[in-house]
């Protein structure tokens, strides 16, 4: 075999019905845009899994940290007082 | 923002080090997830790469055996299903592929190593689909035990492995079913077909048993795996809870089998069962089954045959601009890995 290069990585994200997000469901090779979509669709939707298919090369991807502990979401960490719980509204005050 | 943690696996000194270990300790420890950025300890990162690329191998010799049946399948019904079967056959091997590419092998790197035989597969498919039966045999046994072996597997501490085996998973019960339902119809057919389905079940039991691996005092792993959350269960804890399974399964389908010493345990509450042939298990395993050859004299003979086709698609993208970036440049080595930092 003479080309030995490898194809690209491709992020995989699929809507699985109308009214809902993409959702990221997985990755694979593919040597351009439009054999990605082929080869998703394939590994993918064998079972009517979505109507519709983005694929990104991974590469082009830009990433926070996954740690939990990363300062990136520290300031949402202290910030209670954005959740409607933080609120004590008395018990007789309706559709609240 | 990967830092040189992440990039090579090790901590520039020894209390760094050991704070990172905390951390991953804390995370198998609340039953969280692994994720690929995340520092884990070399030796876990091994485990996982030998165990999720020796599935995803299983998953791709697996589609041989039964391959060996599309074209004299009885019926058209049959063919599309077994067709079905071994395309999902193939998704399973992707999912698990891209899996272990997180943890730091390249696809090329993984084809390699299992056409050069340095890694494994599952010992099963070096046996021989030597009837049609053994088509619904495979889905009932084969895949039955696959599913005990997978369903606690979701729960595995590596993220991408658990998330491959939850798509996995949800695929598996239809190939166990159609199975089943294959071995039914056949054992409403004629004594013929009858002592097919028999003959099937008496070759594929004491392999299928052997696809939990060795008894728990000769599987020195085992206890680490646990203790790092990749495994959920003992070989001989998921062995029995497959022929707790399979024994009422079988009265039902009117087969024996094939285990003189198999009776219900009252006090245990479970079957007592005899122990599979381990010396045949481990022949098997160093290569000499009876297919082991054949396997991946195949899958080598596939993926030469399928060079064209990989060149052309490259060429083609060349040609339309679209291969101009480092990703495509190829890659040596596992550390050096562009595409882990973003996964």
């Not at chain 1, 003479?2 to 469901?25: A, C, I, M, Q, T």
């Not at chain 1, 090779?29 to 694929?55: K, L």
């Not at chain 1, 939990?68 to 004590?88: I, M, N, Q, W």
């Not at chain 2, 996982?48 to 039964?66: D, F, K, T, Y």
Request: aromatic letters at 8%; charged letters at 25%.
């Amino acid at each position: 075999m003479s080309d030995r290069r490898e194809w690209p990585l491709y992020e995989v994200f699929v809507r699985g019905k109308r009214g809902l997000n993409h959702v990221h469901v997985g990755s694979l090779h593919a040597p351009d845009d439009d054999m990605a979509i082929r080869h998703a669709r394939d590994v993918y939707t064998r079972r009517n899994e979505g109507v519709s298919i983005w694929v990104v090369r991974s590469a082009d991807i830009t990433a926070s940290s996954p740690d939990e502990k990363d300062p990136l979401f520290a300031p949402s960490g202290d910030k209670v007082y954005r959740h409607p719980t933080f609120y004590d509204i008395p018990d007789n005050v309706p559709h609240m | 923002m990967p830092t040189t943690d992440t990039e090579t696996g090790m901590a520039p000194d020894p209390t760094a080090e050991r704070a990172l270990l905390e951390q991953f300790d804390a995370i198998v420890e609340r039953n969280d997830r692994v994720e690929p950025r995340d520092w884990m300890p070399e030796g876990y990162r091994k485990t996982l790469i030998r165990q999720v690329a020796q599935h995803a191998h299983s998953e791709i010799i697996g589609m041989q055996p039964e391959g060996n049946w599309i074209s004299r399948a009885p019926s058209l019904r049959r063919k599309a299903i077994l067709l079905a079967k071994v395309q999902d056959e193939a998704g399973h091997g992707l999912y698990l592929y891209s899996a272990t590419e997180t943890l730091g092998p390249s696809r090329q790197e993984l084809t390699e190593m299992l056409l050069a035989g340095k890694q494994k597969y599952s010992s099963i498919f070096n046996y021989p689909t030597l009837s049609y039966a053994d088509v619904g045999t495979i889905g009932w046994l084969v895949d039955g035990a696959a599913i005990c072996n997978q369903v606690p597997l979701c729960r595995t501490s590596y993220g991408p492995y658990g998330r491959a085996m939850i798509r996995v998973c949800k695929e598996e019960s239809f190939h166990q079913r159609q199975g089943y339902e294959l071995l039914m119809t056949m054992m409403q057919g004629t004594d013929e077909q009858r002592a097919m389905v028999q003959e099937s079940v008496n070759r594929f039991w004491w392999p299928a048993l052997m696809m939990f691996g060795p008894p728990d005092d000769e599987s020195p792993n085992t206890a680490q795996s646990m203790a790092w959350g990749i495994k959920r269960n003992t070989n001989d804890d998921l062995r029995q809870r497959f022929v707790d399974m399979s024994v009422p399964q079988a009265e039902a389908l009117g087969v024996t089998l094939p285990d003189p010493e198999l009776r219900w345990n009252e006090e245990r509450g479970h079957h007592d069962f005899g122990q599979p042939d381990w010396d045949e298990f481990m022949q098997v395993v160093k290569g000499n089954g009876p297919c082991n050859a054949q396997r991946l004299a195949h899958r080598r003979r596939a993926h030469e045959d399928g060079a064209w086709v990989r060149e052309a698609a490259l060429a083609f993208a060349d040609k339309s601009g679209g291969l101009d970036t480092p990703a495509l440049v190829p890659r040596e080595g596992y550390s050096t890995s562009e595409t882990e930092e973003v996964r």
